[in-house]
T-cell receptor, first 109, second 114 residues
Framework: LAKTTQPISMDSYEGQEVNITCSHN???????ITWYQQFPSQGPRFIIQ???TKVTNEVASLFIPADRKSSTLSLPRVSLSDTAVYYC??????????FGSGTKLNVKP | NAGVTQTPKFQVLKTGQSMTLQCAQD?????MYWYRQDPGMGLRLIYY???????DKGEVPNGYNVSRLNKREFSLRLESAAPSQTSVYFC?????????????FGDGTRLSIL
């Protein structure tokens, strides 16, 4: 089963670039890697998704190496409002989705 | 657009009581999901419905039942609530259950069982 491992927490300062890495050693051939953001008392919100190499949108970039056993979410120039929990999600062969434990990002002024 | 709507937002039950959590989506999605999130932890999949008329167990299905009432609605039932089921419950939907389809989440139902 394609479960994931992430750091429990990270600290950063406003204006810095933040990179959060997720390990998914058992990822299946057809699986995509998806990252979500969750604020307190809210449901998770989709940030970015990718299959291989690099994907970029207006809020983040996702880097995936050739072996796809890990991925890195990159948040450029974070602000206080980026303080949240970030989840890495990989679907397994039976299309059941397992969230990682999440990384609690704390952005300081 | 309302997206995914969950009712109720809060509920307190006594041990042994039953309850149904409701979820509806207005995005014409085929797949729907129920998760639970315990304090300080990630989301765990309880049940999901790949398409109307089908349901399947997730990681933690014991003590729960689900019904895919129609394409829009997916309910979660606790037949005999236990304190261990105190949690925040999230419903989600996606166009399909393939992993390249992002899930859209509701704001959760906070359930306390005394």
């Amino acid at each position: 089963l394609a479960k994931t491992t992430q750091p429990i927490s990270m600290d950063s300062y406003e204006g810095q670039e933040v990179n959060i890495t997720c390990s998914h050693n058992n990822i299946a051939t057809n699986d995509y890697i998806t990252w979500y953001q969750q604020f307190p008392s809210q449901g998770p919100r989709f940030i970015i998704q990718g299959y291989k190499t690099k994907v970029t949108n207006e809020v983040a970039s996702l880097f995936i190496p050739a072996d796809r056993k890990s991925s890195t979410l990159s948040l450029p120039r974070v602000s206080l409002s980026d303080t949240a929990v970030y989840y890495c999600l990989v679907g397994d062969n039976f299309n059941k989705f397992y969230f990682g434990s999440g990384t609690k990002l704390n952005v300081k002024p | 657009n309302a997206g995914v709507t969950q009712t109720p937002k809060f509920q307190v039950l006594k041990t042994g009581q039953s309850m149904t959590l409701q979820c509806a989506q207005d995005m014409n999605h085929n797949s729907m999901y129920w998760y639970r999130q315990d304090p300080g932890m990630g989301l765990r999949l309880i049940y999901y419905s790949a398409s109307e008329g089908t349901t399947d167990k997730g990681e933690v299905p014991n003590g729960y039942n689900v019904s895919r009432l129609n394409k829009r609605e997916f309910s979660l039932r606790l037949e005999s609530a236990a304190p261990s089921q105190t949690s925040v419950y999230f419903c989600a939907s996606s166009k399909s259950d393939y992993s390249n389809q992002p899930q859209h989440f509701g704001d959760g139902t906070r359930l306390s069982i005394l």
